[in-house]
Nanobody
Framework: QLRLEESGGSLVQPGGSLRLSCTFN????????IAWFRQAPGKEREGILC????????YYADPVKGRFTLSRGNPKNTVYLQMNDLKSEDSGVYYC????????????????????????WGQGTLVTVSS
């Protein structure tokens, strides 16, 4: 069964940085669109960053624009979410997801609600931003 595993979540002070990893137990994520979601306590899960499989289209939700970036790593089965200038409202459980059927034109929809069920999910990693 294909799955993803997030890591790197921890306690960090406001203004700090953190890099989350998302590792695939398959061969490569090159053919998958990638999505990062987060869920704060008592709130619905929100899509924050979604990228097409070729990396030619990336959608950033307004709360993370200019602060978060996604990179595809080497080895090819890992992607990273770099989070800078963290704020308390960034706290929550962060999930990565991958989908081989999402075209580049649909990455914004991928981050939004009501999109198709994404193929592969991780279990989440907790990020706490607090002084």
């Amino acid at each position: 069964q294909l799955r993803l595993e997030e890591s790197g979540g921890s306690l960090v002070q406001p203004g700090g940085s953190l890099r989350l990893s998302c590792t695939f137990n398959g061969w490569s994520l090159d053919y998958y669109a990638i999505a990062w979601f987060r869920q704060a306590p008592g709130k619905e899960r929100e899509g924050i960053l979604c990228q097409s499989s070729r990396g030619d289209n990336t959608y950033y939700a307004d709360p993370v624009k200019g602060r978060f970036t996604l990179s595809r790593g080497n080895p090819k089965n890992t992607v990273y979410l770099q989070m800078n200038d963290l704020k308390s409202e960034d706290s929550g459980v962060y999930y990565c997801a991958a989908d081989s059927l999402t075209p580049s034109s649909s990455v914004q929809r991928m981050c939004g609600g009501g999109y198709r069920d994404l193929e592969v999910w991780g279990q989440g990693t907790l990020v706490t931003v607090s002084s």
